[in-house]
């Protein structure tokens, strides 16, 4: 119990550092961003219009990390709307598709009868392809990601087991079969800017938001992970009463179609 608390207090401190930074940061952005946009506007040199597409692109690159550290740091307002997470996860299936590659088998298994949880949609997608990202780079040769959904209720003596409060929630968890983490990895993944990967390749910042978003949605999240044989991300998001699915989907495992 001492470990977790200590976690969350850490997390809240740099939270509390990254959101400041990022917040001005974003502001400098915003400007760069919109000067760019009129300097394109009356650019005719082909030469100057390279260079002001290349300063773009960087600009939007920046403005996608400092939105993560807003949404890790709680400082971006999200959205919160009843949404079932089997339909959004649906719906997103392609994106999820393209960014697993061909080498990945990608396995959805949405639970029936699921509850509904009252998050910001978006926030819950960029969690979900975060967590995809990172199964598929933990996987060199490929292997197999599967997406589960279903719904928990936590007595209280297994709320205490958890260490989270009990009641009702969805549980929806991405695992992988990849290479997994050491125990240091996993105490420090959720850190913003903690990577084991090469530079140019992680930001570090894929995790903090998923912390972020699942915590400001009054959620948990957990990592399980066995080195050499995979990892799991469980995401435990608050049910919201009587919101069942009425179309309930078959609740089988099945590859993703290509779209
Ligand atoms: P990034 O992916 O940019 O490195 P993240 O915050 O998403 O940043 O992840 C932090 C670190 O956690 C990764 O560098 C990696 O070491 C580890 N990690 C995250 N997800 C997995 C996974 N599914 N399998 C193995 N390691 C992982």
Do not use: W
């Amino acid at each position: 119990a001492q470990a977790a608390l200590f976690q969350s207090q850490k997390m809240e401190a740099v939270g509390q550092l990254t959101g400041g930074i990022a917040h001005d940061f974003n502001n400098l952005l915003t400007i760069i961003v919109n000067n760019l946009d009129l300097l394109t506007r009356s650019a005719t040199d082909p030469r100057d219009k390279r260079l002001i597409d290349s300063a773009q692109r960087a600009a939007d690159r920046g403005a996608k990390l400092t939105q993560q550290l807003l949404a890790f740091s709680r400082r971006q307002p999200l959205q919160p709307e009843l949404n079932n997470p089997n339909s959004l996860i649906a719906a997103f299936e392609p994106v999820l598709h393209r960014a697993c590659g061909e080498a990945i088998d990608l396995r959805l298994s949405l639970g029936s009868g699921l509850k509904s949880v009252n998050v910001d949609g978006s926030q819950f997608e960029t969690s979900l392809l975060n967590l995809v990202v990172n199964a598929r780079d933990a996987m060199g040769n490929g292997g197999t990601i599967t997406i589960t959904t279903g719904n928990l209720t936590l007595t209280p003596e297994e709320g205490a087991t958890r260490q989270v409060e009990p009641g009702d929630y969805i549980c929806v968890t991405v695992r992988d079969t990849g290479e997994g983490m050491s125990s240091d990895t996993v105490s420090r993944a959720f850190e913003p800017f903690f990577t084991t990967k090469e530079i140019g390749k992680g930001t570090g910042l894929g995790l903090s938001q998923v912390y972020g978003f699942v915590n400001q949605s009054g959620g948990h999240i957990g990592i399980d992970s066995v080195p050499g044989e995979g990892t799991t991300i469980t995401m435990l998001l608050p049910a919201q009463d009587g919101e069942e699915e009425t179309e309930t989907p078959s609740g089988d495992e099945h590859q993703i179609r290509q779209t």
